[in-house]
Structure formats: C-alpha cells, structure tokens
C-alpha cells in the first residue's frame, strides 16, 4: 500500500554547515543605509536568509565535491573537458558545445555575432542580462510572453509561453531582421512560469516556416521538464532526462548559466548546430574567455557541473525543489500575501504592486518592499520591475510590466524552518506595508543599474 504525506523531506542530509550571522535591527537599518539601499551592496555577512538569486549559490553534492578532485588542469584537451563534453551533450546533443564562464558570458558571445543596429531578438521575457547583451549591440530585445504571463494572479499552467501569433506576425513582416528567436525555460522575468512542450514546438515551426534560429536559454531546464511532467498531457509517463532531450530537439542552440539548475557556483556554455555561427563564435571564446575545451573554467568546475547535471534530473530533487518552494509560496497566499501564481520553480514572487499601492511604479514599490524585507527580518531579495527594466534604451524611463520581487530559493541550501521564518517576515511587513515610503534613485550606471544604482527613501 502507498502512502501519500504532507511533510516535505529533503532527499539527502546535511554533510556540513556553516554558521548565519544574527543582526539586530538597527544593525540592519545602519547597513541597509550604508550601502544606499541596494540590496547588492550589502555584505554577505549582514545578511540571515540570502534569497537574492538562486544563481550559483546551491549547496554542492558529496559527489560533486568527490568529482572536484579529478579536475585536470590541462591548457588544452583537459580529460575534465570530454566528461563536461559528455555530460552536456547527453542531455542537449547539440553539435557543438562552447564553455563558458557564466552564462552571460555566452549572451555576449553570441549577439556579438547575431545582433547589431536595426535587428530583433524575441523572447517570451529577457531577463536582466540577456536585455542588456541584446541592447549592447544596437539590437531590439522585445518581449513576447502570453497575455496570462502578464498577469500575476491570474492561474495558466504555462504562464511563460510565448505568444506565438505575435511571433509569427513578427516574423511575417521582419524575418530578414530578426537574426534568432529565444524562449527562456523557465521564464525568471515572468515569475519562474514554465514553457509548455507544445509551445516549443508551435514556436518551432514557426521559425523553420522563416528559416530563423529557435534558441533556448535553459539554465532551469530540469525546472521546466519537471512542470512538463506533471502539468502537460502525455507527459506524465516520461523520465525527466527524455522530456529535456525532447526540449533541446526542437531548438538549434541554447545558452546556460551553470549556476541555476547544474549545480554550478560557476560556469555556463553556448551550444549550437551549425558549423559557421559555432566557428565565429568560438573565435571570440578564445579572444574574451580562453581556449575551446576550457573556456574560462577551471578543470574542477568542469568536473562539478558534469555531476550536477545528473543531479539535476533525479525526480526526487525535482519534486522536493518544486514542492518546497511552492510550499513557501502557498503559505504567503493563505497569509493574504499578493504572489505570483501558480508558484513558480525556483523562486516565489511577491506582487509589490498590489500589496504597496500607495507607492507609483516611478517610486520604485519592488524596491520599497525588498528594503523592508531586510530591515524587518534580514532577507535579501530582488526587485524585477521597474527598476531592472524601466531604463529604456533611447534614456527614458517607463514602468515595467509588473513590479515583483523575488525570493529566489538556492538549491539545496536551506531548511524548512528558514522557510517558516521567511513566511512570518513578509506577513509582518505586509501588516506594515501602508507605512513604507516610496525611493527615489541617486545615482545609477548606464545599464544593468540594478546592481548598482544607488537610492533614497521618499520620506
């Protein structure tokens, strides 16, 4: 007989730990201060519960760690190279596979060749980085996620689909400028929603009608197959592994960012099919980031990621990652807290917009939120709204679709009373939230000022 429970146990124990930092409020609020309210510029260490990003801060395996050891540090032809080679191409059989250092070092890689003045890249959403490569170049990064995908209460199993008459219409009219089209599984802008398999494939015929590449960018590809599984019909019989194989059959490239689901605290790769763009594109490997069989990682790194990504299919991680962060995310929902539904993969999203109303999107209320989240409890988290995407490429600025912030839950890492403990800050920032004060920002770089930008309460 099988039993059905509801505690949520993690599929492996604790190997070592290392210790979290307590803080009282005022230390917080002096720290906050000090570094002008971006959550970036704090230092780590005057942080409780760092939900800033889930971008290669997971705990690494027993097993990675083992492989760390067989690193080769070989210039060139490193024997760590062809297992990394292996490993990737197991489950993205593109022809050929490009490491990288991070992932936006494949972005850049790749829009260098593809981009310029007057083209078009789609997506279903850029994130932060892929926007900025895109717009480096002169190109247009223009977001095309369903209607739904826009709508944070509103419940679709595959909120982070593209909108494929829009991108047929694009298409249609401008083919000849537009030099790739992406789809981001899953689509971090847009909450963490998944992408249908059927979309894929829609998008995919779409682009061979018009001879245009399809690529993904795939760093929370396991994430994505896992929603697969158990949302799409006739997929629920398939191994994980198979669904991700079918995903990359339908494209003629991706990028990835080792650091989400590969387990990585580094690294990434550009992979592609044909043979012209890989070998322009390798020319550049070697200019910015290093030689083919190491691209800027080291031996060891190649080594950890080649085992992260078995890890990273196993159905009993998947389920437990899935049902963990949806675990946070139904409770704030009960709570009365405005989320992004349904939860998404790798990050629960609070709508600052609903729950902040009284500040405008001009006056930054993902901003407001994170700052309190901080000053009230320790968290760190991130605004996405306007101000990572309200800089617009002519200098003006305009308010972002929706203004989320994001708990990003790093793989691996925390515990279920951290999680407890992060349900009970936000309720007592939203029971304060009518007394937080809109920002207003100071001083910011010409892109990607999100990381930097310095801001001040609007008392």
Known sequence: MSHQFKTIIEPFRIHSVEPLRMTTLEQRQEAIQAAGYNLFSLRAEDVLIDLLTDSGTGAMSRDQWAAIQHGDESYAGSPSWFRFQEAVQDLFPFKHVIPTHQGRAAEKILFTVLGGPGKVIPNNTHFDTTRANVEFTGAEARDMVIPEGKQASTLHPFKGNIDLQALEGLLSERAADVPVVFITITNNSGGGQPVSLANIRAANEICRRYSVPLFLDACRFAENAWF???????????????????MASLADGMTMSAKKDPFGNIGGWLAVNDDALADRCRNLLILTEGFPTYGGLAGRDLEAIAQGLREAVHPDYLRYRIRSTAYLGNALDAAGVPVVKPIGGHAVYLDALTLLPHIPPLQYPGQALSVALYEVGGIRSVEIGTVMFGRQPDGTEKPAAMELVRLAIPRRTYTQSHIDYVVEVVQQVALESATLPGYRMVDEPPSLRHFTARFAPIR
Do not use: N
């Open 228 to 246: 697969i599984h158990e949302r799409e019909d006739g997929q629920r019989s398939r191994e994980i592994a198979e669904i991700v194989r079918e």
